[in-house]
């Protein structure tokens, strides 16, 4: 019995000790009755904890990038940033693909005005879906410009309701009702109908003759009721893990890149700093023959040196007799 309450105590001392990353959860603080919805779901989450498991590229966890992103992580931010940016880039794209194809059909539209009633009762014929059934496909406008959606459910929620589910091209989800999807059909810039481009300006006068009568009073309104920037992240853990690697490969191949520069940089300069040492623009016959002279040049000093020595050693034994000579005579002294 006393064994197993040590081994408790040891666990708990254990737990108590671990690192901060090893454990999701914490203490939960209170709350003020104002707190934000962001704030209430990092409340009692160890925040340490999330990036390592939302960055691992074995396993990435996509609920672990939330929480990551959500507690202000930069690497998150990052990344949530180049999605966001990757998917306005494909938007800008189809946005032209429709613009491109709207003023085709606009250039073609006086020729072609006869054959349009006939297309268009040729096509609804050989069509087999209808306009609402699961599977139509419909054109739609927003802020950022055309996108394309498609019925995929007819949810039973009565008579004239909004019993249609819509996917749009982008991911997003909307609810339409038959009658939606008839006006839209009437607004679809690939619809051969011909449209009335002519009320459809004057009415954009209109509008905006209005909005500079409202002046300064509009200006206001949206500066006040300006919706705060939507942020965009991967929907999925699929379409995450997809996207972190793919993030992950292009960071790679931009310091790949980048090392790639500075190696190719340092050996420009390795070059210029051995094209400058004495000799470099000589030949190997060249360099040869110079070491030859050289060679030659050394053992002619040396020679020198050899005879300079024997003189100078000729002249140290004269200077030696002499001294002692005269040493001798001033000392009264007679040499042996």
């Known amino acids: 019995g006393g064994g197993g309450g040590g081994g408790g105590n040891n666990n708990s001392n254990n737990t108590a000790g671990q690192s901060s990353t090893t454990t999701a959860f914490k203490e939960a603080e209170e709350l003020a009755d104002n707190a934000t919805a962001e704030e209430r779901v990092l409340n009692g989450l160890n925040v340490d904890y999330f990036p ?35 998917e306005a880039w494909e938007k800008k794209k189809v946005d032209e693909e429709v613009s491109s194809s709207i003023l085709s059909n606009n250039d073609d539209a006086t020729s072609s005005n006869r054959n349009n009633n006939q297309d268009s009762t040729n096509n609804n014929n050989n069509n087999s879906i209808e306009i609402g059934d699961v599977g139509y496909e419909f054109q739609k406008q927003f802020d950022a410009g055309w996108y394309t959606g498609k019925v995929t459910q007819i949810v039973p929620v009565g008579n004239n309701e909004k019993d249609r589910r819509c996917v749009y091209n982008d991911g997003d989800i909307e609810d339409l009702s038959l009658e939606e999807l008839h006006r839209l059909a009437k607004l679809d810039p690939n619809n051969n109908v011909t449209k009335p481009k002519i009320s459809i300006k004057l009415k954009v006068k209109q509008t905006t003759a209005q909005d500079n009568k409202d002046g300064a009073t509009t200006k206001e309104e949206d500066s006040t009721t300006t919706a705060p920037k939507k942020v965009r992240i991967p929907p999925t853990q699929e379409e995450y893990t997809k996207f972190l690697i793919d993030s992950e490969h292009q960071r790679d191949i931009q310091t790949t890149q980048h090392l790639a520069q500075q190696i190719l940089h340092k050996s420009a300069e390795v070059d210029n700093l051995v094209a400058r040492l004495p000799g470099m623009d000589r030949t190997r016959d060249m360099q040869m023959k110079r070491i030859e002279e050289l060679l030659e040049r050394n053992q002619q000093v040396a020679k020198e040196l050899e005879e300079a020595h024997a003189v100078a050693k000729k002249k140290l034994e004269e200077v030696r007799k002499v001294l002692g000579e005269t040493t001798c005579l001033a000392l009264g002294v007679e040499e042996e």
């Open 52 to 86: 390592p498991r939302a960055f691992d590229l074995l396993e990435p966890d996509y609920d672990a990038f939330l929480v990551a992103y959500l507690s202000g992580n930069v690497h998150a931010k990052e990344l949530v940033d180049r999605y966001m940016k990757m």
